[in-house]
């Protein structure tokens, strides 16, 4: 038997909450029938008072549009494994691109085709425990399984609405099981063994707690609950890992836990909900029982802006990566251990990489810069403020090797002071100081 705790909808959560007191619902699954038992408990046993949850700080960013290493169309899921490392869904570029904790492009899965271990659309992307990837393959209706070393490792699922199948899959989720949880437009949630063996599923499309219309993105927290993007709803939902309805929160709007489409969700350890709001450009937060916490983000391409964020994800210290798909770019927020430092690691001796602040030093305006690469390698030009957070990145490998000269994209975003730029390609990286005024 598997007992859920329900709050009863009559009345302000807020309002409870100060009250430190609520009417719970206690509902336990009996084969054709549901008892249910009211009575009052003390939330403190149970839900922990809201607590002010500050605006995690900025840390980096990278990405701009395009179709090389670190560039994005479509950037539609990330997760982070347990080293940390990110996983970027790019649905338009028919890959995967996995980067590390502070950037750096690594490798992609990708291909096009519909032959075992290739990614054709995906959408969304989970790790386990044991670093292993699960990427929703959106028009092939599959779940594509691998390694963390990028080594294909299994597949499932085919077109259909029945058990197993998949109608265009857009959220996925791993439990510490193993256990992987999959949401389709066939409006419901499956859940699966470790060896992809169907156990069960739930939700059926509606609005009542319980139905589901167009779910999205998955999330597990600490205790195992799922959290389901409920999209077109404008709401997340809560359920146990064996499908029992727990909670709802959010409607459509504009004001505190109000959703304009939410199609991201993410649990961090301590249990704070992190939920894209999309078409209102921010990242609101919550505790596991729907309690508004906090919000961030205005629409824009500024640092901490956003334009249409459409997924999120936590790692395993706190720091917070936003999938920020009208920037074609991931921002990454994170505790004050999680400031990003630049190192330079100096560049190989004979490499020939060389960097130089072109144009006026200080820049008055676009900022330039001169550089010349040693091959046609992946390479990225990365500007650091004093603090060592990176606050600019532009890929610049598909150049080749010799002598360039570019305007920084996003130059005009830099304010008044002093910056560090770091050239990276072929293991070393060369870096200059300049100085920026307005």
Known sequence: MEWAFVIESSG?????????????????????????????????????????LPQPPFAIQWGIPGSGPGEFSGISGLAVDPSGNVYAADFFNHRVQKFTSTGQFLYQLDSTGTNTGVVISPTAVACDAS???????????????????????????????????FYNPNGIAVDDSGNVYVADEAHHIQKFAPDAAFVKDWGGPGSLGGQLYYPEEL????????????????????????????????????????????????????????????YNHRIQTFTTAGVFLNKWGTFGSGVGQFNRPISV?????GNVYVADNGNSRIQKFGTSQGQQAPVSVGAPAGSGLSLDWSGSNP???????????????????????????????QAVGGMGAGSHSVTLSQGSRLGVGLYLVRLSQAGGSVSVKGVVLR
């Open 12 to 52: 302000s959560m807020r309002s409870r909450l100060h009250a430190r007191s609520a009417a719970l619902t206690i509902y336990s699954e009996v084969p054709s029938m549901c008892r249910r038992i009211g009575l009052m408990v003390s939330l403190g046993l149970l839900l922990l008072a809201p607590r002010a």
């Open 131 to 165: 670093g292993n990837v699960y990427v929703t393959d959106y028009t092939n209706d599959r779940v594509l399984k691998y390694a963390g070393n990028g080594g294909f490792l299994l597949r499932w699922g085919s077109p259909g609405t029945t058990s197993g199948a």
């Open 219 to 278: 999330a597990v927290d600490a205790a195992g609950n799922i959290y389901v993007c409920d999209t077109v709803n404008r709401r997340i939902q809560v359920f146990t890992r064996s499908g029992v309805f727990v909670l709802a929160w959010g409607t459509t709007g504009t004001g505190d836990g109000r959703f304009n489409s939410a199609p991201g969700v993410a649990v961090d350890g301590t249990g704070n909900v992190y939920v894209a709001d999309t």
């Open 313 to 317: 994800a936590v790692d395993g210290v």
């Open 363 to 393: 820049a008055a305006r676009d900022v330039r810069v001169s550089f010349t690469l040693v091959s046609s390698e992946p390479a990225s030009l990365e500007v650091f403020d004093v603090r060592g957070s990176r606050v600019l990145a």
